[in-house]
């Protein structure tokens, strides 16, 4: 991502000199421009010894981006990217800030910087229509990580539509050193249509009023930390999170899956907490987060507030590459079969109006659903099992030469050595809670495929079946 | 050829026709629901803002008001920055024409509307005819008016604005004072909205408090406050390139 110098601001250090009295440039510090990254990057670590006037230069732009895959919703960004730039200062530096809108916003935008002290962070200094520059200044007095965001009527939802970011203000005596530092932030977005609907997304003001958020994501979208995009570290290495939380509603229970954060900067200021499971990130707030890494393996950082990791998007991934240290942790064992209830499928509610399979070929399709929530782990998606564990359904004589033995097996469960395609195998299948119904399409299913015989099974054989 | 051009140009250029509203009442965003409501005289305004055809007749029987010829107190330098420089002045293209004329300070604007001893509307004129659905007057009654009025706010501009007169009449037979442009009134920065919208509250219990605004009439008609919050960030030498404007005319 690119800041751009805007032509407006260009002359502005010219004026602080002129003007000196009216400006915090009155002091002789030496001047730098401000190194902004966008997430998940981090601005490298400042090793001066002294305060600095900083110059940051940030632009806001309105422009469509993708927030899931085939989901496109109009974001409000600093930066252009959401959330927006990372900005990194010191203790004590003097700050020129100077927020562009770009020309093609309808909105006018400002910002509100919580590491500032002075009238709303800053926010009223730094109204400004599109196409136009405001600039203003401030001293960074206390350390600490802190939010940014834009604060422009109607303030929520601004917001909502990705106007937030962190600016890290370092402690004099600096932040020790760490292999890896990266940068998230939290938002809850609200979509016309629900998690996932394609196309184009408006913002829906009725369910932001109400914290129903469709989306609550890691830096903007669905997947923006994961896969190839994940977060990487090695063995060995110390990583350092900054986390925020940009809301606008919702409160995020920061947790990383199969780690345990080594320190906590509680809410992103001086204190420091140790050996913390899961550190809560108010909306408008931040934490710092530090954690070793000694075995490898994909770490998922979530909300706790679990539905919205695995539901709603709160997702992120950190890889962890390098040799195992069995000492640390093993992986599995051993794996036994324990079946205390006898049953796959528990239910909660049967109020559901059933739909009932009309044909052969609906028969399959249903079964296929069932098949995959219930048979698939051990038989495996091609129906081959696993040698020596799990005998195959596909090219089974067991079944084809009579798939009423299939039947009997889900009903009543299977244990002994049985011998399927010429390969002895002696396990255990649980009886599975399934009706008659389920069983017959599931079991039409698997005749179907895999270059089984075919043929079907009626709800009526299974009940038969069961006496 | 170019007579037909010419011609068809002319005929653009006429200025907008206008609809004549009765004098009514209308409730300012920032007022509660047992405050009294605002008197609005009886007025006329345009159907449609003014477009790009009808500004360029504006500028050349007004040379002064001309992108080479205007005051930089009167217009920042983006003024008419759309138009197309040929040997001897900026004009729309062809294409533009018929589409709204943006870019335009509010000065501009209003010496425009005076040149047809016209004014621009307040913006108790303007919230009150925009305030119209396509089938009444309050169009806050209906549910999908203001989620429709939000969906065009939360788009980016396009870069070629559609042309004037494509939505649909509203209850007054207005078109186009939503989804397609801001329009300038004639006294935009008088309602106090500072930039710090949440601080507002210090100031008057009436305006915008925290960003739930508990003390507007309809703290869910976020389309006003946006339009509330775009007009306080202007100046009146302001040109942008989605903000236009249309005329009215107080009745004697």
Known sequence: MKIQPNKHTLWLPLLAILFSGNLLAASNLKTEQAILTPPPMVPPAINRDHSAKVVINLETREQVGRIADGVEYVFWSFGETVPGSFIRVREGDEIEFNLSNHPSSKMPHNIDLHAVTGPGGGAESSFTAPGHTSTFNFKALNPGLYIYHCATAPVGMHIANGMYGLILVEPKEGLA?????YYLVQGDFYTKGEFGEAGLQPFDMAKAIDEDADYVVFNGSVGSTTDENSLIAKVGETVRLYIGNGGPNLVSSFHVIGEIFDTVYVEGGSLKNHNVQTTLIPAGGAAIVEFKVEVPGTFILVDHSIFRAFNKGALAMLKVEG????????GKTAENVYLPEGSAIQSLDNTFTKITANNKNEQIRFGQRIYEANCMACHQANGEGIPGAFPPLAKSDYLNNNPLLGVNAIIKGLSGPIKVN???YNGVMPAMNLNDEDIANVITFVLNNWDNAGGKISAEQVAKQRK | MIFSLLMMSLALAEPPKMVALPAGNYRPLYMNKNSPQTFVGAFSIDITPVTN??????VTNNPRWQ???IPSIFAEAQY???WQQNQTAKQPSQGQLNSPVVNVSWFAAQAYCQSLNKSLPTVAQWERVASASATQPNGSLEKSYNQRILQWYSRPSSKQLPEVGTNPAN?????????LIWEWTEDFNSALVSGESRGDSDINQKLFCAAGAQGAADPSDYAAFMRFGFRSSLQAKYTLPNLG??????KE
């Open chain 2, 80 to 82: 008419l920055q759309h």
């Open chain 1, 422 to 424: 010429n390969v002895n």
């Open chain 2, 53 to 58: 055809a009808q500004y360029l007749k504006f």
């Open chain 1, 323 to 330: 040799p195992d240290d069995h000492s640390i942790f093993t």
């Open chain 1, 177 to 181: 050193p760490v292999d890896r530092e």
């Open chain 2, 67 to 69: 992108p080479q010829q």
């Open chain 2, 171 to 179: 209850y007054w037979g207005a078109q186009d004072l939503h989804g």
């Open chain 2, 245 to 250: 404007f249309r005329c009215a005319k107080s």
